[in-house]
């Protein structure tokens, strides 16, 4: 069974620095989808950035960024230049695809940003 | 993109009655399903759940708690039945859309029951 692992329950990081979430996970699958989400205060569920299996290139959305170590079945998300609104509980996800597969959730990281 | 709605946002019930959360999706979604969360904690898929058809639930959920219907590509309903103080929790509406299978969800139900 796939499962997906978030080891640090909560991070904190300075306004303006960069911080790295953690996340494994354990699949015997080839093609799969890995997700972040964050979820603020307010509750809604977003996608922060997504990365195919079979990319070797690393995804990239603004100030968003991970580092896939395929072989390892490592998925980090690397948040520079962190603000305030950056603060939010980080989901790590994993979904075997495509075809529509449901989605595993690691257990999540609530990200504090210091002012 | 999809943009998912869900009536109510909250609500506080009383033990033994019935609650049912509506959701709305603005664009076609090829699969949709209902996550319970509790505060700080992750995700507990309950259902997917299939257009014209009998949701799938998961272990540990049934569908006579949780009846579940989903008649078009954009809508669906869950209904918490009889409900106790331990149903308090967020109920999350989901669907996956596009060629690219994103993932969208809704804004969550919160539920107290009393």
């Known amino acids: 069974a796939q499962t997906v692992t978030q080891s640090q329950p909560e991070m904190s990081v300075q306004e303006a620095e960069t911080v790295t979430l953690s996340c494994t996970y354990d699949?015997?699958?080839?093609?799969?989808?890995l997700f972040w989400y964050k979820q603020p205060p307010s509750r809604q569920m977003i996608l922060v950035i997504r990365?195919?299996?079979?990319?070797?290139q690393n995804a990239t959305e603004n100030r968003f960024s991970v580092n896939f170590q395929k072989a390892a079945k490592s998925f980090s998300l690397k948040i520079s230049d962190s603000q305030l609104g950056d603060a939010a509980m980080y989901f790590c996800?994993?979904?075997?695809?495509?075809?529509?597969?449901?989605?595993?959730f690691g257990a999540g990281t609530r990200l504090f940003v210091k002012a | 993109s999809a943009v998912i709605s869900q009536k109510p946002s909250r609500d506080i019930c009383q033990r033994g009655t019935s609650l049912t959360i509506q959701c709305q999706v603005d664009?076609?979604?090829?699969?949709m399903f209902w996550y319970r969360q509790q505060p700080g904690q992750s995700l507990t898929l309950i259902a997917t759940?299939?257009?014209?058809?009998?949701?799938?639930?998961e272990s540990g959920f049934v569908i006579d708690k949780f009846p579940i219907s989903r008649p078009n590509l954009t809508f669906s309903t869950l209904t918490v039945s009889n409900m106790s103080p331990e149903d308090s929790s967020i109920y999350l509406c989901?669907?996956?859309?596009?060629?690219?299978?994103?993932?969208?969800f809704g804004p969550g139900t919160r539920l107290l029951v009393l």
């Open positions: 699949t015997s699958e080839s093609d799969y989808y």
């Open positions: 989901s669907g996956i859309a596009g060629v690219v299978e994103t993932q969208y």
């Open positions: 990365q195919e299996a079979y990319k070797q």
């Open positions: 759940a299939n257009q014209g058809s009998e949701a799938t639930y």
């Open positions: 664009s076609q979604v090829t699969m």
């Open positions: 996800a994993y979904r075997r695809g495509p075809g529509g597969f449901k989605t595993i």
